[in-house]
């Protein structure tokens, strides 16, 4: 068994699953991205050894947008201290309010990896039935915290049927000696290491299906081939 099938059905007030295209307001798309419910199950469990594939997500509630306004700082905070009020400013956001999905996912080992991936499932589920995780789970942005537990008899509305367009599905981290645009940690069978590369965004085109948003595996391919690319 080279896999393992984990499901977790997540709810929260607010969401923001930021769509790339729009640079100065934050707009979500309607529904989680691969790459936030991929995030939201690391929140729970992460190991180096393992990486989560989505396969579909359900929509138990869609949500409606609603406009906030958030204050935040015009520059990424570095190793210098700033002083807020020099770099603050506010920006207004339209997001989701009052949602809820079934997300369903592959648990798939590392190429080097030994284990028995049935050894990263029970912790999952130890983590998941007892209500705790890593770091706080959130939707999309770390201000919008969720909760989560095993899936219940609640099940997505075979009516709702959207086309979404073009979703970002995750972003890969290419390492590479000849666009070296920023630094990132790389985990090996030794163990962490420090890489220069570039980060490429990926897209597939997303369509919900009597409640289900199911996510092409052949991304996960694509993502791999990337990430493994080194120009020597």
Not at 9 to 28: D, I, M, N, Q
Request: hydrophobic share 35%.
């Amino acid at each position: 068994m080279n896999h393992a099938e984990v499901g977790v059905k997540v709810w929260g007030e607010y969401a923001l699953f930021t769509r790339p295209e729009f640079k100065s307001e934050r707009v979500s798309y309607q529904v989680i991205t691969p790459s936030a419910a991929r995030g939201l199950l690391e929140a729970i469990f992460w190991k180096p050894q393992i990486r989560y594939e989505i396969r579909r997500i359900g929509v138990l509630r869609l949500g409606t947008f609603t406009t906030i306004l958030r204050n935040e700082i015009e520059q990424r905070q570095g190793t210098r201290p700033i002083f807020v009020e020099d770099v603050r400013q506010q920006r207004a956001s339209l997001v989701l309010k009052d949602v809820a999905y079934l997300i369903h996912a592959e648990i798939v080992p590392q190429p080097w990896e030994k284990e028995p991936v049935v050894k990263y499932l029970d912790q999952f589920t130890r983590r998941l039935l007892r209500g705790q995780y890593h770091h706080t789970p959130y939707l999309g942005t770390r201000e919008f915290s969720c909760a989560f537990e095993p899936p219940d008899e609640e099940t997505p509305d075979p009516a709702l049927n959207l086309d979404l367009g073009l979703m970002l599905f995750d972003i890969a981290y290419v390492p590479s000696r000849e666009r070296r645009e920023l630094e990132f940690i790389r985990h090996t069978p030794q163990g962490p290491e420090r890489t220069s590369g570039y980060a490429q965004a990926l897209f597939f085109p997303a369509k919900i299906e009597s409640g289900w948003l199911t996510v092409p595996p052949e991304k996960y391919r694509e993502l791999a081939r990337l990430e493994e690319r080194a120009d020597v």
